[in-house]
Antibody, heavy 117, light 112 residues
Framework: EVQLVESGGGVVQPGGSLRLSCAAS????????MHWVRQAPGKGLEWVSL????????YYADSVKGRFTISRDNSKNSLYLQMNSLRTEDTALYYC??????????WGQGTLVTVSS | DIVMTQTPLSLSVTPGQPASISCKSS???????????LYWYLQKPGQPPQLLIY???NRFSGVPDRFSGSGSGTDFTLKISRVEAEDVGVYYC?????????FGQGTKLEIK
C-alpha cells in the first residue's frame, strides 16, 4: 500500500524559508516521478512542482519558480520542497503525490504552511 | 497555460440518480502519442484528492464502475450512473499534456 507522509509545515513570516519533507513507502520510490500540489484554504488545487524518478529533471509552476526547489533522496525514500522567499499567497496545504500515468495517483494527507507576519 | 473550465460548479443530487460534470480545456489534450491527458479527481471532505479516472475514460484501481469518463479533444464529461452518499465532495478535472499541469475550479456535489 502506498503511503506518503508530509512534514515540515508551520508558520513563517513573509520572506522566510521552510523545507517540506515527504516520506514514502509501499512502492519502489525511485521508479516514480513525484509531485507537490498545494491547496490554499477553501480554494482549489494548484500543481507546484515535479521531479523525475532519478531526480535529474525538475519542473515548477511559474508562481514558485526561482523560489522553491524540489529534490529527492532515493536512498531515504524521501521527497523534499525547499521554499524560500515565502509570500502570504504561498499559504496552503501542501501535498506530495506519487506519479501515475502523468498524473497524481497517490497522495499524502498534506502539511500546512502559513505565511503571516 | 491551459485553462480548464468545469460546469456546473455545484450540483445537488438525490441518491440513486445520475450526475454529470463537464470539463472543457482551452487547448486540445490529444497528444501525438495518441493519448489524451485528461484526469478526474474526487476530494472528499477533509481528505486529500483521490484519482478516479485517467486518460479520459480509464477507472483507477478500486474506483466503482458507476463512475465513467468520456470525451475527446477539448470537451470531457464525468458521469456517475447512480449517486451514493459516499460520492459527496469536490470533483476536479486536470490536464497534463502541457506543463504546468492545471486543474478545473472544482464541482461540489451534495446529496439532496
Amino acid at each position: 500500500e502506498v503511503q506518503l507522509v508530509e512534514s515540515g509545515g508551520g508558520v513563517v513570516q513573509p520572506g522566510g524559508s521552510l523545507r517540506l519533507s515527504c516520506a514514502a513507502s509501499g512502492f519502489t520510490f525511485d521508479d516514480y516521478a513525484m509531485h507537490w500540489v498545494r491547496q490554499a484554504p477553501g480554494k482549489g488545487l494548484e500543481w507546484v512542482s515535479l521531479i523525475s524518478g532519478d531526480g535529474g529533471s525538475t519542473y515548477y509552476a511559474d508562481s514558485v519558480k526561482g523560489r522553491f526547489t524540489i529534490s529527492r533522496d532515493n536512498s531515504k525514500n524521501s521527497l523534499y520542497l525547499q521554499m524560500n522567499s515565502l509570500r502570504t499567497e504561498d499559504t496552503a496545504l501542501y501535498y506530495c503525490a506519487k506519479d501515475f500515468e502523468m498524473a497524481m495517483g497517490g497522495w499524502g494527507q498534506g502539511t500546512l504552511v502559513t505565511v503571516s507576519s | 497555460d491551459i485553462v480548464m473550465t468545469q460546469t456546473p460548479l455545484s450540483l445537488s443530487v438525490t441518491p440513486g440518480q445520475p450526475a454529470s460534470i463537464s470539463c472543457k480545456s482551452s487547448q486540445s489534450l490529444l497528444h501525438s502519442d495518441g493519448k489524451t491527458y485528461l484526469y478526474w479527481y474526487l476530494q472528499k471532505p477533509g481528505q486529500p484528492p483521490q484519482l478516479l479516472i485517467y486518460e479520459v475514460s480509464n477507472r483507477f484501481s478500486g474506483v466503482p464502475d458507476r463512475f465513467s469518463g468520456s470525451g475527446s479533444g477539448t470537451d470531457f464529461t464525468l458521469k456517475i450512473s447512480r449517486v451514493e452518499a459516499e460520492d459527496v465532495g469536490v470533483y476536479y478535472c486536470m490536464q497534463s499534456i502541457q506543463l504546468p499541469y492545471t486543474f478545473g475550479q472544482g464541482t461540489k456535489l451534495e446529496i439532496k
